[in-house]
């Protein structure tokens, strides 16, 4: 294995940006999902009912996902450190807001709130990746930025299992202070080294209205059919609004000078497919998590902590392999890493329907986990170092939001359907359907990956072309050169 040194960057500014990114995205994604175990705590103490439940949960994904093009644009516009130092600073302020929460509705208008600073952090915190770093050290820091981000959505049930049993819900928004102060003082240095913006460009607010919209409109309506039906109109109007939003936002982007989501970006191979193979990948993911964690508790009879603890043998691999599967992508390129990682990703959750009843996680769950994350480990860095190597550095922040718009949309979808998967109520024959479902979704994934992705070929020179793209589909420049 490569010497774990090595994988480190080389420069005390690398080292810098490095830790930045990967504690600004960590909180925001970690704030995804941790709040998932704490729900029938909140619902204890502040009451609501399941309607309170739901929306401490999807305000802040719902506000993520539709606002994070838009950071993404911001970010290229304004510079990395100083849209980060925005972002870090009301994610701090609304997760005291969110700790200190009276009621029902105060908390979901905080995790609203909070879903608006979220979608700041991860697309300049991976473009500042991609701006300070190039060739094989960027492929490496890629993949220790994935490896801890990645770690956030799984390593989450045990942080909010834990403080459910030991402390209060409470200590899972007030957790978030603690780096966000300590990483302030790194992120206020960087702001002299960030790349230089052009202020002269102009912002594409209309476009950034429309993609609210767009994305808004839809995620809503798949959220709430589950608890009102297809045929309410508090589902089909969102839903309706946001299929004319889109279509408009499409329309508009192709028509403005300056759009916020340059189309042409899709023309680009690896960036379209990667973001197919994303769509299906983190779709399993959440699906997958979502099913394996409520059944080792509703089930399999495990408290939240003990349940948090089942699943980190995937984030261990991740967190441990990830830097060295993206050292070794960026050496051989990425295409077989995607189709590989996906592929044992799905073996990893068809194990999992040796599950019986009573549970023995040891010879029925645990197998399955570790080969999951494997499957993980291979494929978190490589996807992320093909989408994002293929667009020009200065647009790396919106390529950034579009792969992370894709990924929680994914899992909004996913979730938002769980119920017709599981069926009412849950039960070994719902954990199976989940699991079927989770290993075909990685399984396309995989397919999409072997048939879209092309390797960077080194030494090719860039020429023009009408995909705005040299002919190895898309490596970075040093890796080009």
């Known amino acids: 294995m490569t010497d774990a040194a090595a994988l480190l960057p080389s420069t005390p500014l690398q080292k810098r ?3 930045v990114a990967i504690v600004a995205s960590f909180i925001a994604i970690l704030d995804g999902f941790v709040v998932n175990l704490a729900l029938p705590a909140i619902g ?3 009451g609501g009912g399941l309607v309170i439940q739901q929306w401490v949960v999807d ?5 993520l996902g539709a606002l994070i093009l838009v950071a993404g644009s911001l970010s290229d516009h304004f510079g990395r450190a100083r849209i980060l130092e925005w972002g870090l600073a009301g994610f701090t302020l609304t997760s005291v807001t969110c700790g200190l929460a009276w009621n029902g509705e105060v908390l979901v208008v905080s995790r609203a709130l909070q879903g608006i600073a979220g979608a700041l952090l991860v697309p ?10 190039s060739g094989p050290a960027q492929s490496k820091a890629i993949g220790q930025w994935s490896g801890w981000t990645s770690a956030a959505a799984i390593v989450a049930p045990l942080i909010g299992g834990a403080s459910v049993d030991l402390l209060s819900w409470r200590v899972i928004f007030f957790i978030n202070v603690i780096p966000a102060v300590a990483v302030w003082p790194i992120l206020a240095g960087l702001r002299k080294s960030d ?7 102009k912002i594409d607010y209309l476009g950034a209205f429309l993609a609210m919209v767009g994305l808004g409109g839809p995620v809503y309506a798949f959220i709430e059919q589950g608890r009102m039906g297809w045929g309410n109109m508090v589902v089909w109007m969102p839903l309706a609004l946001g299929a004319v939003g889109l279509v408009l936002f499409l329309v508009h982007e192709a028509r403005t000078p300056e759009p916020m989501l340059p189309l042409r970006l899709f023309g680009i191979r690896n960036f379209g497919w990667g973001n197919i193979a994303t769509l299906a990948i983190y779709g399993a993911l959440s699906l997958g998590f979502f099913a394996v964690g409520i059944y080792l508790q509703q089930v399999g009879g495990m408290k939240a902590t003990t349940a948090g603890i089942a699943l980190l043998p995937a984030t261990v691999l991740l967190m441990l392999t990830a830097s060295f599967f993206g050292g070794l992508a960026g050496k051989y390129g990425p295409r077989w890493f995607m189709t590989a990682g996906p592929f044992i990703c ?10 019986q009843e009573p549970l023995n996680y040891w010879t029925q769950v645990l197998p399955g986990q570790i080969v999951f994350g494997i499957g993980l480990s291979t494929l978190v860095a490589p996807l992320t170092a093909a989408i994002l190597g293929a667009v020009p550095t200065e647009e790396a922040g919106i390529g950034s939001a579009v792969n992370n718009a894709v990924a929680r949309i994914a899992g909004l979808i996913c979730i938002a359907f769980a119920g017709l998967i599981i069926g009412p109520v849950f039960s070994r024959q719902g954990l199976m359907n989940a699991v079927v479902v989770t290993a075909v979704l990685f399984f396309l994934g995989a397919v999409a990956s072997a048939v879209g992705i092309r390797n960077p070929v080194l030494g090719a020179a860039v020429v023009d072309s009408p995909e705005g793209q ?10 080009r050169a």
């Open 17 to 19: 940006v490095l830790v």
């Open 44 to 46: 204890r103490e502040l």
């Open 59 to 63: 305000a802040y994904l719902l506000t």
């Open 124 to 133: 300049s915190s991976l473009a500042m990746i991609v701006t300070f770093f």
């Open 195 to 201: 790349a230089a913006t052009d202020t002269s460009k």
């Open 346 to 355: 799905g073996i990893g959750f068809l194990m999992t329907l040796a599950v």
């Open 470 to 479: 040299a002919p190895d589909d898309g490596g970075t420049a040093a890796q």
